[in-house]
């Protein structure tokens, strides 16, 4: 089954830090680009990084410095290192395999003291 499963989400306080990890499976997860996805309540979907299949990676403005995408393909993961959290970064993060209409059903992280 194709599909992306995401983990990792939770109540951190202001200045905290997480990890988000998603799950491939049902594909050849090494030759595509990944992205990590992000929706706050009543904001639209926001990119908030990527990482290509040879490692290129881009980041939003906003995340700059503070979150880290990485991959590894041996295991079919994708890994968001989120640090200094700030209360705008609550929301909930989505992987999306790039170009496609394939998500994951998301997790949720809340930045609140």
């Known amino acids: 089954q194709v599909q992306l499963v995401e983990s990792g989400g939770g109540l951190v306080q202001p200045g905290g830090s997480l990890r988000l990890s998603c799950a491939a499976s049902g594909f050849t997860f090494s030759r595509y680009d990944m992205s990590w996805y992000r929706q706050a309540p009543g904001k639209e979907r926001e990119l908030v990084a990527s990482?290509?299949?040879?490692?290129?990676?881009s980041y939003a403005d906003s995340v700059k410095g503070r979150f880290t995408i990485s991959r590894d393909n041996a295991k079919n993961m994708l890994y968001l290192q989120m640090s200094s959290l700030r209360p705008e970064d609550t929301a909930v993060y989505y992987c999306r395999r790039r170009g496609t209409s394939l998500w994951g059903q998301g997790t949720q992280v809340t930045v609140s003291s």
């Open positions: 990482i290509s299949d040879v490692g290129g990676i």
